[in-house]
């Protein structure tokens, strides 16, 4: 099933903060979040696992919310390089080890 | 290191023809994946290779062949074009498998369309 992403599309005035959701409606294992800047291929950002181990940047934090199926990914004090759309690939407890389901996408713009 | 590379970056073909677009990645990555990205669809996985020798289906494979020439290198078959493959396609690489710890690594991508 796939994830569900909100909201669509924020747009950021630099320096503001931001929150982008993935939710599935099925118990999930993990969480990656990417980032794809236009005509630009997506970047991994970060991995949630269930139990709370995180792989990622430094400088971009995430939740996740094993009885909520939610993950969230907080975007604080913006540059305008934050600006692309953002993905979350979700894999479930009885999926495929090697297979991610892909929510459609949250579109966030920076501006000066 | 480049990476994951894919070629072309760029392709026009007609309905009813075929090609084979590249993908090659030197991190020595057992795990390899192609999609296809869609205006407001997301990336939808078309097929995967858990590891050299091994191809699995992935959400949308019709239409599409693949094969996974060695370890480095996976490459994708259009048989016959239609419009509707008309497409931006991603190559990906990950070191085991790219659902748990490890993180998948993109190619530039190929912008393909189908008259």
């Known amino acids: 099933q796939q994830p569900v992403q909100s909201p669509q599309a924020v747009i950021l005035r630099e320096g503001e903060d931001a929150v982008i959701n993935c939710s599935s409606s099925k118990a999930l294992y993990s969480v990656h979040w990417y980032r794809q800047k236009h005509g630009e291929a997506p970047v991994f950002l970060m991995i949630?696992?269930?139990g709370g181990e995180q792989k990622g940047h430094e400088k971009i934090s995430a939740s996740f919310n094993e009885k909520k199926q939610q993950s969230s990914l907080y975007l604080t004090a913006s540059q305008l390089s934050y600006s692309g759309t953002y993905f979350c690939g979700t894999r479930d407890n009885a999926g495929n080890n090697r297979k991610l389901i892909w929510g459609l996408g949250t579109s966030l713009a920076v501006n000066p | 290191n480049a990476g994951v590379t894919q070629t072309p970056k760029f392709q026009v073909l007609k309905t009813g023809q075929s090609m084979t677009l590249q993908c090659a990645q030197d991190m020595n990555h057992n795990s390899m994946y192609w999609y296809r990205q869609d205006p407001g669809m997301g990336l939808r996985l078309i097929y995967y290779?858990?590891?050299?020798?091994?191809?699995d289906k992935g959400e949308v494979p019709n239409g599409y062949n693949v094969s996974r020439l060695n370890k480095r290198e996976f490459s994708l078959r259009l048989e016959s074009a239609a419009p509707s493959q008309t497409s931006v396609y991603f190559c990906a690489s990950s070191e085991v498998g790219g659902g748990t710890y490890n993180e998948q690594f993109f190619g530039p991508g190929t912008r393909l369309t189908v008259l």
């Open positions: 290779s858990a590891s050299e020798g091994t191809t």
């Open positions: 949630l696992l269930k």
